[in-house]
């Protein structure tokens, strides 16, 4: 944590500097006759060599956002609103073609299960080289490999080039996450969206692949928006974090802020329900209540039914993310107060 | 590698007991082969003599082992309604049914595939459901009405082809070919379709089912993310996870094609190997029998063999351990 408040950009980008910004995204499936909101009016932006935490329970929409993100949602899921630039470029409209040709080239992605998201018929070799040969169709076979083997080395792989001719299922879980960050990695993306990328790793494993990430956003420039549902990784290596709910963004601001002064009710029950380390408490914290299914989002602030300090402004006006303290956050509370 | 490929012909050659001591039974207590050899006219000398001559006066086990002993290099016996050597009268057929089941595998891969790619990326195209209701019918239609029903089109009422025998034939040592002339390519299209309309229906369905069962897995999503082509997305990562169950059932299918070409061997009087074996049982030719059995026995092991070696180049996570 202290490495996240001493580093500069711990203050969101300017957006002209911005690698990704995103403004009011809303992504929905219209599902018969009627359109089901996923995320709605979702802003946010990460700057070069920053490591952007997005954390919420499951559902929250926080996967969805990266899969919007790489032009990979699935059907019949579609942006319906706002915009998304990559580099100052508006990437959300163009055609398939076109979004093809920046995913792996210029966002990488990493997965959840590093078990399963490489192909266990071929070699690791094999489908480094195929990545790189996509993404630089002028190099050589001969190139290819040597730039895999490279990247194996980046990403901590020992006797790179006798591993570049292993098959997945000769690797470790917390190896194969390394071969799938090196894949990431192989179209030198400005970009990389990391999904729960520790979620299904021991926990000695996350640490180093953490370490690994945020290496790699320091001496690559890269920036990563790293989704999980576990605030420990976000302290660990985020330098700032979004926090969703119920598909929007509720809360967003420097890891240190929003940990020690969260601005948002739900934040501050998110924090409140990490148990503390110095005692034993009785009972540990939590939120009352479950988030609401896709589809039965309440009217006004979603989460007002399970907040303790709701009144009627939130049940019928929707806030947006505002500057409230260090953070900014989606609140009444810091918007003029909750009675309508 | 090695230690499978033992186990493997460890129990290739118990099967190969197993289906011999079935197809010695066939041989030596379904009927007398004395009477059958003899007839009823013998007197008591002479059938003392056959007996002897055919060691029926031995053990059973003793019996047993000379028939596997003679069966191993190729020695069935004598057929009792030709009177000649059973190897002889199969060898002369097996071309014909081989000819037939290959073209059969070949047509049925060459379509099945490139038809249940192609519905697995367009579920919902025209084309795919088209194709779609017509495997339906080419796995329900029983084979002896589509062979009949291509027989009334293309011999009775379009006179295109003829419709029974294998046309002319070529020589090439004791294999007779009928892939070298004009009519004899022209003899294989009928048979071929109808043995492989109902494989290349079944091929199109598993190799479909498979791709949307690959598809949804999480490497593919990630294959995506890489940024690669559709085309390698689909025709090299989806694709070859779709084969495995694929070469499986292909393995076993031939070995069916090699049973089902009694059917298609009839209706287009194909002299092959099942049209020996149905005048076989018309005429209870046991030796023939037990060695009609000994052969589908070993085709069915040897193609096994092979799709389990095919497994060890497809598939690496086989190859270790």
Same mark, same amino acid.
């Given at each position: 944590?202290?490495?996240?408040?001493?580093?500069?950009?711990?203050?969101?980008?300017?957006?002209?500097?911005?690698?990704?910004?995103?403004?009011?995204?809303?992504?929905?499936?219209?599902?018969?006759?009627?359109?089901?909101?996923?995320?709605?009016?979702?802003?946010?932006?990460? *700057?070069?060599?920053?490591?952007?935490?997005?954390?919420?329970?499951?559902?929250?929409?926080?996967?969805?956002?990266?899969?919007?993100?790489?032009?990979?949602?699935?059907?019949?899921?579609?942006?319906?609103?706002?915009?998304?630039?990559?580099?100052?470029?508006?990437?959300?409209?163009?055609?398939?073609?076109?979004?093809?040709?920046?995913?792996?080239?210029?966002?990488?992605?990493?997965?959840?299960?590093?078990?399963?998201?490489?192909?266990?018929?071929?070699?690791?070799? %094999?489908? @480094?080289?195929?990545?790189?040969?996509?993404?630089?169709?002028?190099?050589?076979?001969?190139?290819?490999?040597?730039?895999?083997?490279?990247?194996?080395?980046?990403?901590?792989?020992?006797?790179?080039?006798?591993?570049?001719?292993?098959?997945?299922?000769?690797?470790?879980?917390?190896?194969?996450?390394?071969?799938?960050?090196?894949?990431?990695?192989?179209?030198?993306?400005? @970009?990389?969206?990391?999904?729960?990328?520790?979620?299904?790793?021991?926990?000695?494993?996350?640490?180093?692949?953490?370490?690994?990430?945020?290496?790699?956003?320091?001496?690559?420039?890269?920036?990563?928006?790293?989704?999980?549902?576990?605030? *420990?990784?976000?302290?660990?290596?985020?330098?700032?974090?979004?926090?969703?709910?119920?598909?929007?963004?509720?809360?967003?601001?420097?890891?240190?802020?929003?940990?020690?002064?969260?601005?948002?009710?739900?934040?501050?029950? @998110?924090?409140?329900?990490?148990?503390?380390?110095?005692?034993?408490?009785?009972?540990?914290?939590?939120?009352?209540?479950?988030?609401?299914?896709?589809?039965?989002?309440?009217?006004?602030?979603?989460?007002?039914? %399970?907040?303790?300090?709701?009144?009627?402004?939130?049940?019928?006006?929707?806030?947006?993310?505002?500057?409230?303290?260090?953070?900014?956050?989606?609140?009444?509370?810091?918007?003029?107060?909750?009675?309508? | 590698?090695?230690?499978?490929?033992?186990?493997?012909?460890?129990?290739?050659?118990?099967?190969?007991?197993?289906?011999?001591?079935?197809?010695?039974?066939?041989?030596?207590?379904?009927?007398?082969?004395?009477?059958?050899?003899?007839?009823?006219?013998?007197?008591?000398?002479?059938?003392?003599?056959?007996?002897?001559?055919?060691?029926?006066?031995?053990?059973?086990?003793?019996?047993?082992?000379?028939?596997?002993?003679?069966?191993?290099?190729?020695?069935?016996?004598?057929?009792?309604?030709?009177?000649?050597?059973?190897?002889?009268?199969?060898?002369?057929?097996?071309?014909?049914?081989?000819?037939?089941?290959?073209?059969?595998?070949?047509?049925?891969?060459?379509?099945?595939?490139?038809?249940?790619?192609?519905?697995?990326?367009?579920?919902?195209?025209?084309?795919?459901?088209?194709?779609?209701?017509?495997?339906?019918?080419?796995?329900?239609?029983?084979?002896?009405?589509?062979?009949?029903?291509?027989?009334?089109?293309?011999?009775?009422?379009?006179?295109?082809?003829?419709?029974?025998?294998?046309?002319?034939?070529?020589?090439?040592?004791?294999?007779?070919?009928?892939?070298?002339?004009?009519?004899?390519?022209?003899?294989?299209?009928?048979?071929?379709?109808?043995?492989?309309?109902?494989?290349?229906?079944?091929?199109?369905?598993?190799?479909? *089912?498979?791709?949307?069962?690959?598809?949804?897995?999480?490497?593919?999503?990630?294959?995506?993310?890489?940024?690669?082509?559709?085309?390698?997305?689909?025709?090299?990562?989806?694709?070859?996870?779709?084969?495995?169950?694929?070469?499986?059932?292909? *393995?076993?299918?031939?070995?069916?094609?090699?049973?089902?070409?009694?059917?298609?061997?009839?209706?287009?009087?194909?002299?092959?190997?099942?049209?020996?074996?149905?005048?076989?049982?018309?005429?209870?030719?046991?030796?023939?029998?037990?060695?009609?059995?000994?052969?589908?026995?070993?085709?069915?092991?040897?193609?096994?063999?092979?799709?389990?070696?095919?497994?060890?180049?497809?598939?690496?996570?086989?190859?270790?351990?």
């Amino acid at each position: 944590m202290t490495s996240a408040s001493a580093f500069a950009t711990a203050r969101p980008p300017e957006p002209a500097t911005a690698v990704l910004d995103v403004r009011g995204l809303r992504i929905e499936f219209p599902i018969r006759a009627k359109a089901l909101v996923a995320i709605d009016a979702v802003s946010f932006s990460i *700057g070069r060599g920053e490591i952007l935490g997005v954390v919420g329970e499951s559902g929250a929409g926080k996967s969805l956002t990266g899969s919007a993100l790489i032009g990979l949602l699935e059907a019949p899921g579609r942006i319906a609103a706002g915009t998304i630039h990559l580099a100052g470029e508006r990437i959300d409209n163009l055609p398939e073609k076109e979004q093809r040709r920046l995913r792996g080239k210029r966002i990488g992605a990493i997965f959840q299960d590093p078990l399963t998201s490489l192909d266990p018929l071929f070699t690791v070799g %094999r489908q @480094l080289t195929e990545t790189i040969r996509t993404h630089f169709p002028a190099m050589s076979s001969a190139q290819a490999r040597q730039r895999a083997i490279e990247l194996l080395a980046e990403v901590g792989i020992a006797d790179p080039s006798t591993r570049f001719n292993q098959y997945p299922h000769q690797f470790s879980g917390g190896m194969r996450q390394r071969i799938v960050i090196a894949l990431a990695l192989a179209g030198e993306p400005e @970009l990389i969206i990391a999904d729960e990328p520790t979620t299904a790793l021991d926990v000695s494993i996350q640490a180093q692949i953490l370490a690994l990430l945020k290496r790699l956003a320091r001496t690559r420039d890269t920036a990563i928006m790293l989704v999980t549902h576990d605030m *420990g990784v976000i302290a660990e290596v985020a330098d700032r974090v979004a926090v969703m709910y119920a598909g929007r963004l509720v809360e967003i601001g420097p890891v240190e802020d929003v940990v020690r002064r969260a601005n948002h009710p739900y934040t501050a029950g @998110l924090m409140a329900s990490i148990p503390p380390l110095s005692r034993q408490p009785e009972r540990l914290a939590q939120i009352s209540g479950s988030m609401p299914r896709l589809g039965s989002w309440p009217t006004g602030c979603t989460f007002h039914p %399970r907040c303790t300090k709701a009144g009627p402004r939130c049940r019928t006006e929707t806030p947006v993310l505002k500057p409230a303290g260090d953070t900014e956050a989606s609140c009444f509370l810091h918007q003029g107060g909750v009675e309508g | 590698m090695i230690s499978l490929l033992a186990t493997r012909l460890t129990s290739v050659v118990l099967v190969m007991l197993v289906v011999s001591g079935l197809s010695f039974c066939v041989f030596n207590f379904l009927g007398d082969p004395v009477n059958n050899i003899l007839g009823v006219n013998a007197t008591l000398e002479q059938r003392e003599e056959l007996r002897v001559a055919l060691g029926l006066d031995q053990p059973t086990i003793v019996q047993f082992w000379r028939f596997v002993e003679r069966a191993a290099v190729g020695d069935f016996g004598v057929s009792y309604r030709n009177r000649q050597p059973v190897i002889d009268l199969m060898l002369v057929r097996l071309p014909a049914t081989l000819e037939l089941v290959l073209a059969a595998t070949l047509t049925a891969l060459l379509v099945g595939i490139p038809m249940g790619i192609y519905t697995a990326l367009r579920p919902r195209g025209l084309l795919s459901r088209v194709v779609q209701l017509v495997s339906l019918l080419g796995i329900s239609m029983p084979q002896f009405l589509i062979g009949m029903l291509l027989i009334l089109v293309f011999s009775v009422e379009l006179r295109w082809l003829s419709a029974f025998g294998r046309g002319e034939t070529v020589q090439i040592g004791w294999w007779t070919t009928g892939l070298l002339t004009t009519s004899g390519l022209k003899a294989l299209i009928m048979p071929t379709i109808t043995l492989a309309v109902f494989q290349i229906s079944m091929i199109m369905r598993l190799v479909r *089912g498979e791709m949307l069962e690959v598809f949804r897995a999480d490497f593919i999503k990630f294959t995506r993310a890489r940024g690669l082509s559709d085309r390698a997305v689909y025709l090299t990562h989806a694709l070859r996870n779709s084969l495995l169950p694929v070469i499986t059932v292909v *393995g076993l299918q031939v070995g069916s094609l090699i049973a089902f070409a009694i059917v298609v061997e009839a209706v287009f009087q194909w002299p092959g190997m099942g049209l020996l074996i149905l005048q076989a049982i018309e005429f209870a030719d046991f030796p023939v029998m037990a060695a009609y059995l000994a052969f589908v026995g070993f085709s069915f092991v040897t193609i096994n063999l092979i799709v389990d070696m095919t497994y060890l180049l497809v598939d690496p996570r086989m190859r270790v351990k």
